[in-house]
T-cell receptor, first 112, second 117 residues
Framework: DQQVKQNSPSLSVQEGRISILNCDYTNSMFDYFLWYKKYPAEGPTFLISISSIKDKNEDGRFTVFLNKSAKHLSLHIVPSQPGDSAVYFCAASEYSNYQLIWGAGTKLIIKP | DAGVTQSPTHLIKTRGQQVTLRCSPKSGHDTVSWYQQALGQGPQFIFQYYEEEERQRGNFPDRFSGHQFPNYSSELNVNALLLGDSALYLC????????????????FGEGSWLTVV
């Protein structure tokens, strides 16, 4: 039973355009959501997070949107740069729970 | 400041053998979590250690065990290896933050690639 789903295994975007990565979840007890970026042969790197009390969080070129009624969140990258090419993971956690539940990841390819 | 370091980076084991993976957390961090990432999937939580005890465990059999030492470093042991144990094993370190969960306090190592043949 996948509680966190990233339905797009890969996404190709032109450099300079907007990249939108999507994530859906089923557990209504999740109250904290995170996005991680992973390059080959490296561990995941924290990118941005959002608490369930918010619907938007922004950090430079990265913005995460949360729609609790739809149990959906998205990561927007504007403008997309070649260095953004990586696998992006969505993860979620419940209050007082120490584990992260991860999606399967979306491979983002930025075309020059 | 060294981040999270894991060893070995790659290893090959035979079915039925036992393996030990090691992790040194980022300086100043006192909590270590282990995750298993199979090919094409997201990481799966194995367990978390704090104050030398297992604080929380995911859905993994007892063949998976761990240990945390007084210097906060940790080991993951897997007994009676199965082909399905082939995966990337990630160690994550963080500071205890009570009941809050701050993603940006969690740092991951580069992982240990385990292949079981």
């Amino acid at each position: 039973d996948q509680q966190v789903k990233q339905n797009s295994p890969s996404l190709s975007v032109q450099e300079g355009r907007i990249s939108i990565l999507n994530c859906d979840y089923t557990n209504s007890m999740f109250d904290y959501f995170l996005w991680y970026k992973k390059y080959p042969a490296e561990g995941p790197t924290f990118l941005i997070s959002i608490s369930s009390i918010k619907d938007k969080n922004e950090d430079g070129r990265f913005t995460v949107f949360l729609n609790k009624s739809a149990k959906h969140l998205s990561l927007h990258i504007v403008p997309s740069q070649p260095g953004d090419s990586a696998v992006y993971f969505c993860a979620a956690s419940e209050y007082s729970n120490y584990q992260l539940i991860w999606g399967a990841g979306t491979k983002l390819i930025i075309k020059p | 400041d060294a981040g999270v370091t894991q060893s070995p980076t790659h290893l090959i084991k035979t079915r039925g053998q036992q393996v030990t993976l090691r992790c040194s957390p980022k300086s100043g961090h006192d909590t270590v979590s282990w995750y298993q990432q199979a090919l094409g999937q997201g990481p799966q939580f194995i367990f978390q250690y704090y104050e030398e005890e297992e604080r929380q465990r995911g859905n993994f059999p007892d063949r998976f065990s761990g240990h945390q030492f007084p210097n906060y470093s940790s080991e993951l042991n897997v007994n009676a290896l199965l082909l399905g144990d082939s995966a990337l094993y990630l160690c994550a370190s963080s500071l205890v933050s009570g009941t809050s969960f701050s993603g940006n306090t969690i740092y991951f190592g580069e992982g240990s690639w385990l292949t079981v043949v």
